[in-house]
């Protein structure tokens, strides 16, 4: 499908949110069950969840018609539902309405964050193909997945530049999420907690549960050190001791999250196992914009978007990790200062504008080149 040049770029952002996400977010908006569709995906975009990932309203700002979906938020998908006079058996199939959607915008670019879900064999299936598909990965892909109706797949990682052509991608592209500018982090926050770690835990985070127990055991002073405050916001924390899940206080996610880290001293980022620790991983992004001081894996790459030492801090055993969380609790002038050069460094170089600017470029380089 041709893009006629009388008419902007459709561009459409399928996105699948966590399960537990969407039931906190849905649980703390009642009034949502009666709004239209276009107020939940309004109300799921200002939360902020994946705001780094999400893309249309920066392309809608550059004049594409753009517009997200989202696949398994079942009350929005309902609500269009009913709003198109369509029906479909209970438990809505997010999958079987995507399909449905896309078929109807006629999207010119559509671009999957889960492409595992949303393979080829989804895409054959659709009426009328894209222009332009697009997948985003940031972890391994699973056996089996087909990707030979993609045209790109984008992700931060290296190792997806090897794995997806094996999968059948035609391309790879690297893409760096971006922090929203309509988050504005406070300039003196109130700090109320020590160390925060906020996150969750997959089958490809074996050092993450190691560490956050180190990080937890040094808490209590086990290692013959100074104790400190030390909280969790996970959805599940049953792999821990029972002691140890009692410092969780739940999830916190989007806006609520990204305030939460810049109020906490030190924030802990530990990457995902299978890809060598490489960044930037989200929450690198997250918690630099959100004014929080951040504390992540050592690599070489990280220099190449922030400072270890100026604008972070880097760790590259439990034992460093430690000892600095020590050191910075103890030096609070100098975690300050670190915290805000990395503030500044996020909005000047890691922005979502920024980011969606050269996505942009690169789809319409895309397009061009399948024009010619």
Not at 40 to 55: M, Q, R, V
Not at 171 to 199: C, L, M, N
Not at 304 to 331: C, M, V, W
Request: glycine share 8%; aromatic share 10%; with cysteine.
């Amino acid at each position: 499908m041709a893009v006629p040049a009388d008419r902007p770029i459709r561009f459409l952002q399928v996105v699948t949110s966590y399960p537990a996400y969407l039931r906190d977010f849905y649980a703390d908006r009642p009034e949502l069950q009666s709004a239209p569709y276009a107020q939940h995906i309004e109300a799921l975009l200002d939360d902020g969840f994946s705001g780094c990932h999400n893309l249309s309203r920066e392309m809608a700002r550059a004049g594409w018609q753009a517009e997200t979906i989202v696949t398994n938020a079942a009350p929005a998908q309902r609500k269009w539902l009913a709003e198109q006079q369509l029906t479909l058996p209970e438990p809505v199939d997010g999958v079987l309405v995507a399909a449905m959607q896309i078929q109807m915008f006629r999207p010119d670019v559509v671009y999957f964050n889960e492409i595992a879900l949303f393979d080829s064999h989804f895409l054959r299936k659709l009426p009328t193909r894209p222009s332009l598909v697009v997948g985003w990965r940031g972890f391994g892909i699973p056996a089996g997945t087909d990707l030979a109706e993609y045209d790109v797949i984008v992700s931060s990682f290296d190792r997806t530049f090897t794995e997806a052509p094996r999968f059948g991608a035609r391309d790879v592209q690297r893409h760096y999420p971006g922090f929203p500018g309509d988050f504005h982090a406070e300039d003196t926050p109130v700090y109320e907690r020590d160390v925060i770690f906020s996150g969750s835990i997959t089958g490809q985070h074996v050092s993450r549960v190691a560490l956050l127990q180190l990080i937890w055991r040094a808490s209590r002073g086990d290692d013959g050190g100074q104790p400190f405050g030390f909280e969790l916001f996970m959805p599940d924390v049953s792999m821990f001791p029972a002691e140890m899940r009692a410092l969780n206080r739940g999830s916190l996610w989007g806006n609520t999250m990204l305030r939460a880290l810049g109020r906490s001293r030190i924030t802990i980022n530990i990457a995902v196992d299978g890809f060598d620790v490489q960044p930037p991983n989200m929450r690198v992004i997250e918690a630099t914009g959100a004014g929080a001081f951040l504390m992540t894996n050592a690599h070489p790459d990280l220099s190449r978007f922030f400072s270890p030492g100026q604008e972070l801090e880097t760790f590259g055993n439990g034992d460093e990790l430690i000892a600095k969380i020590r050191y910075y609790l103890a030096h609070d002038t100098e975690r300050r200062v670190i915290a805000k050069q990395g503030h500044l460094r996020c909005l000047k170089d890691h922005s979502l504008v920024a980011s969606a600017a050269r996505f942009r470029a690169m789809i319409e380089n895309k397009l061009a080149a399948k024009k010619a």
